[in-house]
């Protein structure tokens, strides 16, 4: 079975300062990776993906995310942070060989950025 | 852009009683999840659902829960008999391929 473990659980950030949200897994298969991203009142929205090739990873609203397969991990990063990145950040995988390919969800970044 | 809707927002039931959460899912999309989120933890997943039958679930995904797809377009999730520790945020999805899309998810508060 797979699992996802996010590393902060809460970050305080000013805007403009940069941003990275850890993420490891653990699965001894082929994983797709994932970023899903909640802000206050909605639901989640994936913000980037990887399943193969490149593994440094862009989304929307200026994130990115690099796969490092020795790591077992796929951290989130932006360089400069908005007021509006207030949200809270999630991690998930899934096996790449299961069709029903469920999501495993790490615990969650809340993320506050200070104006 | 087609998205994922769920009703009601918000149920309130009392423990023992029967809740139905309805998910209306993207139209071309051939998978289908239910995730719960009990608050302050993870997003965890229920079960799948492809080809009108289960195709995984989940240990918590026990003898009081049930999926179905009555008339090709909604997709529910049944609790017969709701205990306190069920209440959580559900949350249905769908997917074509990879990408599984969320509903904005129904609070289910049971008393």
């Known amino acids: 079975a797979q699992s996802v473990s996010q590393h902060n659980h809460h970050v305080i950030l000013s805007e403009a300062a940069s941003l990275e949200l850890g993420c490891n897994y653990s699965?001894?298969?082929?994983?797709?990776l994932f970023w899903y991203v909640q802000y206050p009142g909605q639901h989640l929205q994936l913000l980037l993906k990887?399943?193969?090739?490149?593994?440094l990873v862009k989304g929307i609203k200026g994130f990115e995310a690099e796969f490092i397969k020795s790591k077992f991990s796929f951290n989130l990063r932006k360089p400069s942070v908005q007021w509006s990145d207030t949200a809270e950040y999630f991690c998930a995988v899934n096996a790449r060989s299961n069709a029903g390919n469920m999501l495993t969800f790490g615990g969650g970044t809340r993320l506050m950025v200070k104006p | 852009e087609p998205e994922v809707t769920q009703t009601p927002s918000h149920q309130v039931t009392q423990m023992g009683q029967e809740v139905i959460l309805r998910c209306v899912p993207i139209?071309?999309?051939?998978?289908f999840y239910w995730y719960r989120q009990i608050l302050g933890q993870k997003v965890e997943f229920l079960v799948s659902?492809?080809?009108?039958?289960?195709?995984?679930k989940s240990e918590i995904f026990d003898d009081q829960f049930s999926v179905e797809r009555p008339d090709g377009s909604n997709f529910t999730l049944k609790i017969r008999s709701t205990k306190l520790e069920d209440s959580a945020m559900y949350f249905c999805?769908?997917?074509?391929?990879?990408?599984?899309?969320f509903g904005p998810g129904t609070r289910l508060t049971v008393t």
């Open positions: 659902f492809y080809n009108n039958e289960i195709s995984e």
């Open positions: 990887y399943f193969s090739g490149d593994p």
């Open positions: 699965y001894g298969g082929t994983v797709n």
């Open positions: 999805a769908s997917k074509l391929s990879y990408e599984q899309y």
């Open positions: 139209s071309n999309h051939l998978y």
